[in-house]
Nanobody, 124 residues
Framework: QVHLVESGGGLVQTGGSLRLSCAASGRTFSSYSMGWFRQAPGKEREFVAAIGWSGVTTHYADSVEARFTISRDNAKNTLYLQMNSLKPEDTAVYYC?????????????????WGQGTQVTVSS
């Protein structure tokens, strides 16, 4: 069992930055692949970024490539998402997710545990 709690969301102007954190409970955090997803009002949840258990492998959605950076600190049981050059279309609730047997990284169905989400709002 993994319990995930996101933090770091807020209101920021276009071009600004935010850093999201996802604190995980349990001693097996380092065994899980982790991902960030987001859901805007009226839209389906979409993949943002993912990272393998060791932190070496990362994947990004095309829409955030070169602007967002996913990282993890296994010693602190924490996942991060550094978001730079934010745009109004990045406005959404951001969720972190953990999966033990993630293969394709981009599919929400591969993740077993989800946080409650944190709101990110980018004003124009």
């Amino acid at each position: 069992q993994v319990h995930l709690v996101e933090s770091g969301g807020g209101l920021v102007q276009t071009g600004g930055s935010l850093r999201l954190s996802c604190a995980a409970s349990g001693r097996t955090f380092s065994s899980y692949s982790m991902g960030w997803f987001r859901q805007a009002p009226g839209k389906e949840r979409e993949f943002v970024a993912a990272i393998g258990w060791s932190g070496v492998t990362t994947h990004y959605a095309d829409s955030v490539e070169a602007r967002f950076t996913i990282s993890r600190d296994n010693a602190k049981n924490t996942l991060y998402l550094q978001m730079n050059s934010l745009k109004p279309e990045d406005t959404a609730v951001y969720y972190c997710a953990a999966g033990l047997t993630v293969v394709k990284y981009r599919g929400a169905e591969e993740y077993d545990y989800w946080g409650q989400g944190t709101q990110v709002t980018v004003s124009s």
